[in-house]
């Protein structure tokens, strides 16, 4: 594992090395992992971990990327532990063994280290991860005998809800904690963590529909420069007729065209936080990701996000 207290961020990290140093600072921090394809040059991702007990509290944020746990590495392995992931922002598909899931914004997960697992980042990601070594939960939770299962814990309510506050919370203050004070705080996370997986919901496999949904999804992020992203145009591309695209969408809280001016805003709004796009002007960022008027484009930024994009611009390269 990495030091008691590491900070790590790609913007220290030359361009041509780092898929090679995520890698690096991703086993350091969950166990191996292995990066199966190259990140692109204008990649983001930040680090940061933190000594919690015996345990460690690890909160990432990074651009779309994959990355996979395969059997070598589980074999490899000489010790097990436990993550619970909360996220705070951004998309991410897991296959957990044979079996997926998707999360969002306010979801809570459990995955262990004897599972093969692969991570799909598909927007830029906010997550705060506690990695528990199964022997320290043994030691403190003599009543569970088996390792948690992969899954769900239900975050809107109950328990589930109290641990993702506490597990933001612990992120935000761990390292204004004094260090006499961590083995009570750890004691009672891990108290609230036994509690809330007592109603953990298993991982479900996908149904037809939301992989389809997930695939138009994923076209639609993949051609935002392009013009013409109709509906029409994105139903034939997928191989569906056009009404059920638009069926697949009444399952979100978007319709087909709100998700692309969505997505095309998300996009900007990430460029315009990037420093590695501080040499495009705002109307190439807008065109770029698919805005035909500069006017119409800062009209939306600033409704969807309540600031202008040369606000977000400023905040980026401010001293």
């Known amino acids: 594992?990495?030091?008691?207290?590491?900070?790590?961020?790609?913007?220290?990290?030359?361009?041509?090395?780092?898929?090679?140093?995520?890698?690096?600072?991703?086993?350091?921090?969950?166990?191996?992992?292995?990066?199966?394809?190259?990140?692109?040059a204008t990649f983001y991702a930040t680090l940061r971990r933190h000594d919690f007990a015996g345990a460690e509290i690890v909160e990432t944020v990074c651009d779309p990327c994959v990355?996979?746990?395969?059997?070598?590495?589980?074999?490899?392995?000489?010790?097990?532990?436990?993550?619970?992931?909360?996220?705070?922002?951004?998309?991410?598909?897991?296959?957990i063994g044979d079996t997926g899931?998707?999360?969002?914004?306010?979801?809570?997960?459990?995955?262990?280290?004897?599972?093969?697992v692969q991570f799909e980042v598909m927007e830029?990601?906010?997550?705060?991860?506690?990695m528990i070594p199964w022997s320290l939960?043994?030691?403190?939770?003599?009543?569970?005998?088996?390792?948690?299962?992969?899954?769900?814990?239900?975050?809107?309510?109950?328990?589930?809800?109290?641990?993702?506050?506490?597990?933001?919370?612990?992120?935000?203050?761990?390292?204004?904690l004094d260090s006499s004070v961590r083995g009570s705080v750890s004691r009672s996370t891990l108290e609230l963590l036994g509690i809330a997986l007592s109603g953990q919901q298993q991982v479900s496999t996908f149904d037809a529909s939301a992989v389809m949904l997930r695939k138009v999804q994923d076209y639609i992020l993949q051609h935002l420069h392009e013009d013409g992203l109709t509906p029409a145009r994105i139903a034939e591309s997928c191989g569906i007729s056009l009404r059920y695209l638009h069926m697949l969408f009444q399952r979100s809280d978007m319709t087909v065209s709100g998700y692309v001016i969505h997505s095309r805003l998300m996009a900007c709004r990430q460029a315009l936080s990037d420093p590695s796009y501080n040499r495009y002007q705002i109307a190439e960022i807008?065109?770029?990701?698919?805005?035909?008027?500069?006017?119409?484009?800062?009209?939306?930024?600033?409704?969807?996000?309540?600031?202008?994009?040369g606000d977000v611009r400023r905040a980026t390269i401010a001293p």
């Not at 899931?101 to 093969?116: A, H, M, P």
């Not at 043994?138 to 309510?157: D, F, H, L, V, Y």
């Open 101 to 116: 899931v998707e999360v969002r914004s306010g979801d809570l997960v459990v995955w262990t280290t004897d599972q093969v």
């Open 137 to 176: 939960m043994r030691e403190r939770m003599p009543e569970r005998k088996q390792p948690p299962s992969g899954g769900r814990i239900e975050s809107t309510a109950g328990v589930g809800s109290l641990l993702a506050v506490h597990l933001l919370a612990l992120s935000n203050e761990i390292s204004s």
């Open 286 to 309: 807008a065109y770029r990701f698919g805005f035909n008027s500069t006017s119409h484009f800062c009209r939306a930024f600033k409704g969807k996000f309540g600031e202008s994009p």
């Open 67 to 95: 990355g996979e746990r395969t059997r070598q590495h589980v074999r490899r392995d000489d010790e097990l532990y436990v993550g619970v992931q909360l996220t705070t922002s951004g998309r991410e598909r897991f296959k």
């Open 1 to 40: 594992m990495l030091n008691q207290s590491t900070s790590w961020s790609t913007s220290e990290v030359p361009v041509a090395d780092r898929t090679d140093a995520w890698q690096e600072v991703l086993s350091g921090s969950y166990r191996e992992w292995q990066v199966p394809q190259r990140v692109p």
């Open 124 to 130: 830029r990601l906010h997550k705060v991860t506690l």
